[in-house]
């Protein structure tokens, strides 16, 4: 039972907070996998994406520390107070523009895949502006609301996916490519492993998201979230081995976005949707909405946080202004090709180094300016829990 | 109270403007001719091709719909549009300006080449078909000898439209003597693949419909030949893909049929000599021997000389394949899977393919003796 004075925030439940972590990566990074570790690496890209994993557990273990420094408080929020102001406000600053790229790459890029399949007479920004009026109306309600959102539309899809990956295992046809690589050429795994890392760029938000758990469900919120980074995993590897054992290494290479073209060639003849995949693939418009809405929302909660900004009115009027601003920017983008060039060349750096970066800063930081963050801590919550 | 009543309407209305876009594009099914299969043919212009766009008539769709198996007042069920241009969209430009519907290749079922395409021109096709967004690479290919027109031209009386005849057979493995059938994206992963050379089934036109019991042998986009029917039964044999196949043994005067099983072909690198090694195992019935003479040792003997006939046909079929250099069976593929190193090495495998040892291992198991399936 919560016994803290202070309850200021909606809260959400440790499965929630799971979801919407987990929702806020793979969307991007799941169109180009796993060209980009094959390319590198053959056959050997498996372990590319195994080391993405093993890396992204370290960097979630390390971001969560981070948050429960002051665990009621986002990160832009209490920043500023440890580092002091000019520093907390070029990384409340970065963390804004980095979210709103991330959301730019990627609607424009669900807009270009829809476009090429199923809509080619619809311009992208179209495509683009109902699926952002889409995630902006799942933010609306809230946190609450849009992890109810997710949990309710967002899981089951992410189910389906699943299990279609596995209906994909009858298109098999080398098998001999499902024994794992025995090879481990260590630069072209580490090339893969940094050039597919753009499939777990974004779950960051959880140092804005944090504080939006329930207190008692904190520690089960992270253990959650580590299972929902196992299963992901999982699915990866499984969905590596059928596509390498359905298309061979050199044919992946070829393809702009492998899984789509996977689902592509599945049909289940005598059901009554004959290319079942293709349904699969419309259906991953909920995955980018609601990828899309939880960026929005830590979006809008920055930048609340940054301008102080407080109230119900003023959430409605950022998260709209955000999401025009979205639809607007994403017609820069003029193709495909230049949406991947930006993840390589930029997001999954910038990414990176933020994941990297914050942790690095702020624990030192935090333990040399222990009062400080003992101050901040007990400020919100009489018993915040331990950070290490 | 009334500034906010208003503008949650406007925003509603302004939301709806995104969300109602569904209907951007949209184009009635009766304002399109959804082709169903394709030809692709050389024009008589070197340098050209002609592509034939099938498509069922509206009254063969609506008694097709209604169950009717019969063309409608001897009317043909199909109609074809040509069009020819040095490119896939110039023919399709010209094809679309003699129709008064758009059409559609989003529901392409089939498509048909002609065995005299240059490689120049079926690159071209090949590569311009990828980059149709709205078709997904799952129509049937096949070869026809010649003229893919005249191919699609025939009917048969089993199927109403030649693309459900190629999708019926090939998507029933027991209607095969050898599964055959080629996927657009399994023959556009052959040809993106080092070490392997597509092979394409043959549909050759006579009087009651189809035959298809030869394929095509591709070296990269470069036509190379045609194998027999037995030479076709052999590959579908080391390639796993047998499944009604029988063998006639004259000294038994007995037949063994139904020879169906899996095929595992692996490579070994001796002293720098490739080794390709078949290992087929495959389960057979064994039918016109007279029940007075179905001893076991009878039996034992005609599975022996069935597996080594087959054999000496497979062992003779990959020299035939080395000798005209062409991979089908991806022997440099598995090559390049199992040992990359020594793969990487070669930097044309087809100066290297007519060297490699084959060894096939045949092993037929008489699995059932005297009745039909």
């Known amino acids: 039972m919560n016994t803290d004075t202070v309850e200021r925030l909606p809260r959400i439940s440790a499965m929630q907070f799971a979801t919407m972590i987990t929702s806020g990566y793979i969307a991007l990074g799941i169109f180009y996998f796993p060209r980009q570790a094959i390319s590198n690496a053959g056959r050997a890209g498996l372990w590319s994406i195994v080391l993405d994993g093993l890396i992204t557990w370290v960097l979630m273990h390390l971001i969560f520390r981070v948050s429960r420094l002051v665990p009621n408080e986002t990160l832009t929020s209490f920043a500023p107070k440890i580092l002091s102001k000019p520093v907390g406000f070029v990384m409340a600053m970065y963390t804004i523009i980095y979210h709103f790229i991330l959301a730019i790459a990627a609607v424009t890029l669900f807009g270009f895949v829809l476009g090429d399949i199923f809509l080619p007479l619809t311009p992208t920004w179209v495509i683009v502006g109902s699926l952002v009026f889409t995630a902006v109306y799942m933010g609306w309600g809230g946190t609450a609301g849009l992890a109810r959102t997710l949990q309710s539309g967002y899981t089951p899809i992410v189910i389906l996916t699943s299990l279609t990956g596995l209906a994909t295992s009858l298109l098999v046809r080398h098998p001999v490519l499902l024994l794992p690589p025995s090879t481990f050429p260590v630069i072209p795994i580490l090339r893969g492993a940094w050039q597919e890392y753009i499939i777990f760029i974004g779950f960051q938000l959880a140092v804005t998201l944090y504080p939006f758990i329930r207190n008692e469900q904190r520690k089960q919120a992270e253990k959650y979230t580590y299972i929902a980074l196992g299963i992901v995993i999982a699915i990866l590897v ?17 393809l702009r976005w492998p899984l789509v073209s996977l689902m592509r060639i599945l049909s289940v003849q005598g059901f009554f949707i004959d290319k079942f995949g293709l349904l699969v693939v419309a259906l991953w418009t909920i995955i980018v909405a609601g990828f899309t809405a939880v960026r929005l929302w830590c979006l809008t ?32 983008i003029p193709n495909a090709q230049f949406d991947e060039m930006l993840n390589e060349r930029y997001l999954i750096p910038a990414g990176t180094f933020y994941l990297v970066g914050i942790p ?26 331990p950070v290490g | 109270m009334r500034f906010r009543v208003w503008s949650k309407a406007i925003t509603v209305l302004l939301g709806l403007i995104f969300l109602l876009t569904g209907c951007w594009g949209n184009l009635p099914v009766n304002n399109r001719i959804l082709v169903l299969a394709m030809g692709i043919d050389p024009a008589k212009s070197p340098n050209q091709f002609t592509v034939t766009f099938q498509s069922p008539t509206p009254s063969a769709v609506t008694n097709s719909s209604q169950g009717s198996s019969s063309g409608s007042g001897g009317q043909s069920a199909v109609f074809a549009v040509k069009g020819t241009g040095q490119s896939l969209e110039a023919a399709f430009n010209q094809a679309q300006a003699k129709v008064s519907k758009d059409l559609y290749l989003g529901q392409l079922q089939l498509l048909v080449i002609s065995n005299q395409l240059k490689p ?7 590569t311009s078909l990828q980059s149709i967004g709205t078709l997904d690479k799952t129509p049937y290919i096949v070869v026809a000898n010649e ?36 996927r657009f994206w399994q023959y556009l992963v052959r040809i ?66 139904f020879l169906t099983g899996p095929s595992r072909l692996t490579t070994q690198v001796v ?7 078949f290992n087929v195992h495959l389960t057979a019935m064994l ?10 040792q009878k039996i034992s003997e005609i599975s022996q000389m069935a597996s080594d006939t087959l054999a000496k046909r497979c062992v003779a079929l990959v020299r035939q394949l080395q000798h005209q250099d062409v991979d089908p069976l991806g022997i440099g593929r598995m090559l390049s899977w199992q040992h990359p190193d020594t793969f990487s090495h070669y930097a044309h495998w087809h100066q290297e393919y007519p060297k490699v040892h084959v060894i096939v291992h045949c092993v037929v198991k008489i699995t059932d003796v005297g009745t039909t399936k």
Request: net charge positive; proline share 5%.
């Open chain 1, 238 to 254: 499984i969905e590596y081995e059928v596509m390498i054992a359905t298309f061979g290494p050199a044919y992946i290479t070829q």
């Open chain 1, 301 to 332: 909660h920055d930048t609340m946080a940054m301008f102080r900004l407080k109230g119900a009115l003023a959430y409605h009027i950022v998260l709209a202004v955000s999401g025009f601003a979205l639809i607007l920017s994403s017609t820069v």
């Open chain 1, 360 to 385: 690095l800063i702020l624990l030192p930081v935090a333990y040399f300016r222990r009062k400080t963050v003992k101050k901040l801590r007990t400020q919100t919550e009489t018993t915040p829990p």
């Open chain 2, 120 to 126: 120049t021109l079926l690159k071209r096709a090949v």
């Open chain 2, 147 to 182: 003229s893919a027109f005249k191919m699609l031209q025939q009917t048969s009386p089993q199927a109403k439209f030649p693309s459900l005849y190629f999708i019926s057979l090939f998507g029933c493995m027991s209607c095969q003597t050898d599964a055959l059938g080629m």
């Open chain 2, 192 to 257: 993106d693949t080092r070490g392997v050379d597509p092979y394409i089934p043959v549909a050759l036109p006579f009087s009651q419909g189809y035959r298809v019991d030869r394929i095509a042998l591709y070296r990269g986009y470069h036509y190379v030949t045609m194998l027999d029917p037995t030479q076709t039964t052999t590959f579908g044999i080391l390639q796993g893909l047998a499944h009604k196949v029988s063998l006639y043994l004259p000294k038994f005067q007995a037949t063994v049929a």
């Open chain 2, 271 to 277: 002293n720098g000599q490739v080794h390709a090694t």
């Open chain 2, 287 to 296: 039918m016109g021997l007279d029940s007075h003479s179905e001893t076991t």
